[in-house]
């Protein structure tokens, strides 16, 4: 019996914050995405998995509207605008890049207060700030210090901090166990977990499988610029099961 | 425990004093040179100038870290019109200068727009050929410019009949232009603006991926920057009374980058520390005679080597790029 055959109940029945249809990706002449189709449910963690070169970053990238591509991306039923990222942005997506893309030599403050730039309320603002410095604590005690100075861990909840400064409605996160210790992927990995129970939708890319499952209501595996799997995590027992649909 | 200034977050100390010093230094510079005035004092208001224009590259080059090697086109606009329009034409120099500066602006707007499109090198490549052309212009469309010969007999500044024509009246003018310069580039570093500005000097991408206008605010800095240009190129031609296109040719962009990066690329004082000290530097060596150059330029390696970030970053909090 094929995994794939198992896929999940749930995908059917959450209206769809996002779907891509035929999304295409290329850099120049290579193409990095070949017609990708994703639904994600209002308010599903959903990951998508797949080996190193897939196509994962491209993905996220493309919906965001940072890469040139084909296809079309609904949100909310409304068709985004390609290329644009500023326009997806204020719709309340909102891209945590892979490597974090923080300003290094500026302040967590200055971070913080970038991620919220569009929005113009001092009392929601404010209202956020108290939110992402008691979801990250220590962040509060280095709202001074430059962002590149911090460590990895801390650099990455600053990242995601930033980006809920911005209020989203739909998270896209690119490996953010990316270098960092497993005691700190952990607690990064618990915070998004809290934020998807309170409601928030989260696309999560990883290339560590086993992490992204336990969160996961359903995972979309990635090879070769190709949705090849949509599975339910539950029922992927071993590391076999992945590997035998990564080389399929 | 919590109150302990520690190396971990360097914004928290007090640095208020430290960070007076380059406006000190230059205060002690404008200073001696309104006691001393004569030659001194016109080394000091041509630095003055400078700080202007620099100041204005900063905002481009430094806040939001794009490269323009053609801001002397925006000068020569600022100084021309100026010039013809108060020698050829009999206006009052301020409202020459304002239409200078409109001028340039606009020009900035006309060729940024699609010219910003460039990135890194490209960037550095086509503004540098604006700066071209423009002097080409000024040396070619004699029946305006009057070519190589130049320009003379332009009205110093002034309002009405009180025309500022002493050597201090100058240096108290344009300090007092610097120091509003200075004061509106402290402003918009600290502004939303500001750092919309430093998120692109970060990363065009992230800033985008926050919904940061990155092209506007480009844009934007472009054209204050063009602004700023404008005004210290008709600041010079009043100060001097001529014009010619040397005056901003491709050496005004080698001595104002030089200025940049030796005062303090980024930093608000920088702009002013480096164009007073690129401006002395030689005159101090003038005992050296044939060796002049050589100190010179051995200060200059020396100070870049020492203070990477230029000088003024050594008194700021944080080396902020």
Same mark, same amino acid.
């Given at each position: ?39 994600? /449910? *209002?308010?599903?963690?959903? %990951? ?5 070169? #897939? =196509?994962?970053?491209? !993905? &996220? ?91 990895? /861990? *801390?650099?990455?909840?600053? %990242? ?5 400064? #911005? =209020?989203?409605?739909? !998270? &896209? ?76 | ?321």
């Amino acid at each position: 019996m094929s995994l794939a055959a198992a896929a999940t109940p749930r995908a059917g029945t959450a209206t769809p914050i996002l779907t891509a249809t035929a999304l295409t990706a290329r850099y120049g002449h290579i193409h990095a995405l070949h017609g990708v189709d994703l639904r994600i /449910g *209002e308010g599903e963690l959903v %990951a998508v998995l797949g080996p190193n070169g #897939a =196509g994962k970053s491209t !993905l &996220l990238r493309a919906i965001m509207g940072l890469s040139a591509n084909g296809g079309e991306v609904r949100f909310r039923g409304d068709v985004l605008p390609r290329n644009d990222a500023v326009a997806v942005a204020a719709r309340g997506i909102v891209l945590v890049p892979e490597g974090r893309g923080l300003f290094a030599p500026m302040s967590v403050a200055d971070n913080l207060e970038l991620g919220a730039y569009r929005l113009r309320d001092k009392a929601e603002f404010t209202r956020r700030r108290e939110r992402v410095l008691t979801l990250f604590p220590r962040l509060k005690e280095r709202l001074g210090q430059a962002a590149g100075s911090m460590s990895g /861990g *801390e650099q990455q909840m600053l %990242a995601l901090g930033r980006a809920l400064m #911005a =209020g989203p409605k739909l !998270l &896209l996160l690119d490996e953010p166990s990316l270098g960092l210790a497993p005691r700190v992927t952990g607690e990064i990995l618990e915070t998004l977990g809290l934020l998807n129970r309170e409601g928030l939708s989260i696309v999560l890319v990883e290339q560590k499988a086993p992490l992204a499952l336990e969160l996961a209501s359903r995972v979309y595996l990635l090879s070769l610029g190709r949705i090849v799997a949509e599975l339910d995590p539950r029922g992927i027992t071993s590391h076999d099961d992945l590997a035998q649909h990564y080389f399929a | 425990m919590t109150i302990l200034p520690s190396t971990t977050s360097p914004d928290r100390r007090p640095f208020g004093l430290v960070g007076l010093l380059p406006w000190l230094f230059a205060a002690v510079v404008v200073g001696y040179a309104m006691v001393v005035g004569g030659y001194a004092a016109t080394v000091v208001s041509f630095a003055l100038i400078y700080a202007v224009f620099v100041t204005g590259l900063n905002l481009f080059m430094g806040f939001a870290a794009q490269v323009s090697f053609g801001q002397n086109a925006f000068a020569a606009i600022g100084g021309y019109l100026s010039a013809v329009l108060t020698a050829s034409h009999g206006w009052p120099p301020l409202p020459a200068m304002l239409l200078g500066i409109a001028a340039a602006v606009l020009v900035a707007a006309i060729v940024g727009f699609p010219t910003l499109r460039l990135k890194g090198h490209y960037l550095a490549m086509g503004t540098l050929a604006i700066g071209l052309i423009t002097y080409e212009i000024t040396v070619e469309w004699q029946s305006v410019t009057q070519g190589y010969m130049g320009i003379s007999g332009i009205p110093p500044i002034g309002i009405g009949p009180y025309e500022v024509t002493s050597d201090r009246g100058q240096l108290i003018l344009l300090s007092l232009v610097v120091a509003a310069c200075a004061f509106a580039a402290a402003r918009i570093r600290r502004s939303r603006f500001g750092r919309a500005l430093s998120a692109v000097a970060g990363s065009e991408e992230a800033a985008t991926a926050l919904g940061i206008e990155v092209a506007r605010y480009k844009l934007l800095a472009f054209l204050l920057s063009a602004g700023f240009a404008a005004l210290a190129g008709s600041l010079f031609v009043h100060v001097v009374g001529f014009v010619s296109p040397e005056v901003f040719g491709l050496h005004m962009v080698i001595v104002t980058f030089t200025m940049l990066y030796v005062g303090g690329i980024g930093t608000v004082a920088g702009p002013l520390v480096g164009a007073l000290i690129v401006s002395l530097l030689p005159e101090t060596f003038r005992a050296f005679k044939d060796y002049q150059d050589l100190a010179y330029g051995a200060v200059l390696i020396v100070l870049l080597i020492y203070a990477p970030r230029g000088l003024a970053s050594l008194f700021s909090p944080r080396g902020r790029s």
